[in-house]
């Protein structure tokens, strides 16, 4: 079956950095769409990024752009999200999740991984 | 960006009863390409990832019980639990991933309905 093992997260200071990793089995990893959303506590979801099956073609919202760099490595069968000059508000659980096509529906999703951001 | 907006936050049922959740887009989320509307609905149990029920506004996913179902067209749109059972105490949003933006998507989700037993 479809599996998504996230890692990486943690407590960072404000203007660290930290890389999450997911890694996908039960599925051709190579041949899907991937994303990451996150959910600030208590809060609703937010899409963050999204990358090619191939990794020729990445997007980001607006509120991460600059900051944030998704990439694959599909000979790993892991995503990753480098994400750089954190703040507060980044704050939030991280999600990666498959899509259905170039759709961006999330159709998989990782079990979800804790970043909080904090002096 | 498109704005999803949910009607009601919260909602609560009793077991075996209808629930049913309004899903409102700001802009028409029938895709020309597709001639399919670009909505999506997930279901969110208290510290557990999203899971997909329907996508493409009425199609629901593998394994999905049929109590569950997606309508509407254009900017509005319906989640129907047809007899909420106890495992469905969640919170449910939709989602739109419109093609409009294209190559430049921004998938957006509404604020989410908190679905209770009554």
């Known amino acids: 079956q479809v599996q998504l093992v996230q890692s990486g997260g943690g407590v960072v200071q404000p203007g660290r950095s930290l890389r999450l990793s997911c890694e996908g089995s039960?599925?051709?990893?190579?041949?899907?769409?991937m994303h990451w959303v996150r959910q600030a506590p208590g809060k609703g979801l937010e899409w963050v990024a999204f990358i090619r099956y191939d990794g020729t073609d990445e997007n980001y919202a607006d509120s991460v752009k600059g900051r944030f760099t998704i990439s694959r490595d599909n000979s790993k069968n892991t995503l990753y999200l480098q994400m750089n000059s954190l703040t507060a508000e980044d704050t939030a659980v991280y999600y990666c999740?498959?899509?259905?096509?170039?759709?961006?529906?999330?159709?998989?999703w990782g079990q979800g991984t804790l970043v909080s951001v904090s002096s | 960006d498109i704005l999803m907006t949910q009607s009601p936050d919260s909602l609560a049922v009793s077991l075996g009863e209808r629930a049913t959740i309004h899903c409102k887009s700001s802009?028409?989320?029938?895709?020309?390409?597709?001639?399919?509307?670009?909505l999506a609905w997930y279901q969110q149990k208290p510290g557990q990832p999203p899971k997909l029920l329907i996508y493409w506004a009425s199609n629901r996913e593998s394994g999905v019980p049929d109590r569950f179902s997606g309508s509407g067209s254009g900017t509005d749109f319906t989640l129907t639990i047809s007899s909420l059972q106890a495992e469905d105490v969640a919170v449910y949003y939709c989602?739109?991933?419109?093609?409009?933006?294209?190559?430049?998507?921004?998938?957006?989700f509404g604020q989410g309905t908190k679905v209770e037993i009554k």
């Open positions: 802009q028409s989320l029938l895709s020309s390409t597709f001639n399919k509307n670009s």
């Open positions: 999740a498959r899509g259905i096509g170039m759709a961006l529906i999330f159709q998989h």
């Open positions: 039960g599925f051709t990893f190579n041949s899907y769409v």
């Open positions: 989602q739109q991933y419109s093609q409009q933006y294209y190559p430049t998507p921004r998938p957006t």
